[in-house]
């Protein structure tokens, strides 16, 4: 089987049409979206427009090419679009909506979770403490939370999230495969202590718990995002943890995205402008 692997495309419409272009050329059968799939610019409430607008004739796309589109929301995508996101995805054959859940295709086990480790920015709709002892960075203003009237502010962000689930927690709570070394994770967090998680001012703000559950568990492959620069930051952007191999693509001004063949596990990275 082969796939092509991106993230982040934050709403770039001409890397959207890129992606079937090299999904086309590669002959995959898989392309797998990891997460912040709508425009983060302008007003973020606007972000249905895309949904039922540029985004369901891409995935129409995808399912004439008979391709299977795995994808889900990320952080910066408001949680308040989940039910539209999920009935746009179901109208069309092979388009799954990820987000904690597991798809097979084949013999392989794909299984996705988007929550994050919270971060200093206002935004917390997929926000997580990483484990019960989590040390919050200093924060940028006041926790949000988008409602269908606007934003709501959050008077502790830090006491709400002691409240929550952690990222731990979570992925204790993800769907079991059953074959754990045909199984594929799409986190959109990186783990940390592997070069995928570093920020441009060089700071390393993976999960723990993420790390700990891949070294633990050991699938086959895991596929990251969240932090854009950070494979031309730490000049890494694959990794071994025993046996599972780790992927971030990163995403920056250029189309970058991973081909993955799962049955010879040749992969290589593509950057094109």
């Not at 269908?148 to 990222?167: C, H, K, M, S, Y």
């Not at 994770?185 to 790390?211: F, Q, T, W």
């Not at 633990?216 to 950070?230: A, F, T, V, Y």
Request: aromatic share 12%.
């Amino acid at each position: 089987m082969k796939i092509v692997f991106l993230t982040d495309l934050h709403g770039e419409v001409w890397k959207y049409d890129r992606l079937l272009k090299a999904a086309r050329d590669f002959r995959a059968d898989t392309v797998i979206n990891g997460g912040d799939m709508l425009p983060k610019t302008g007003n973020l409430f606007d972000q249905d427009k895309f949904i039922t607008g540029y985004l369901e004739k891409h995935f129409k796309k995808a399912a004439e090419l008979g391709i299977s589109y795995l994808c889900y929301l990320g952080n910066d995508d408001l949680r308040i679009f989940d039910d539209l996101f999920e009935r746009t995805c179901e109208k069309y054959r092979g388009v799954v909506n990820l987000a904690q859940r597991k798809y097979d295709i084949g013999k392989f086990e794909f299984i996705g979770m988007n929550w994050v480790v919270d971060y200093p920015f206002r935004l917390k709709d997929r926000c997580r403490m990483d484990t019960k002892d989590y040390d919050f960075q200093r924060q940028y203003g006041k926790g949000l939370l988008s409602t269908q009237d606007g934003f709501e502010e959050l008077p502790d962000w830090v006491a709400t999230a002691r409240t929550l689930p952690t990222i731990e927690d979570e992925l204790d709570r993800l769907p079991k495969p059953k074959n754990m070394s045909q199984s594929i994770y799409v986190i959109h967090m990186p783990p940390h202590r592997l070069g995928l998680d570093v920020c441009a001012n060089g700071s390393e703000v993976g999960s723990k718990a993420i790390y700990n559950f891949l070294e633990r568990k050991q699938p086959m492959l895991s596929l990251h995002g969240h932090i854009h620069e950070s494979p031309e930051t730490s000049g890494v952007w694959h990794a071994k943890l025993g046996k599972t191999l780790c992927i971030q693509p990163g995403q920056l001004t250029p189309f970058m995205y991973v081909t993955i063949d799962l049955e010879t596990m040749e992969f290589e990275r593509h950057t094109e402008y």
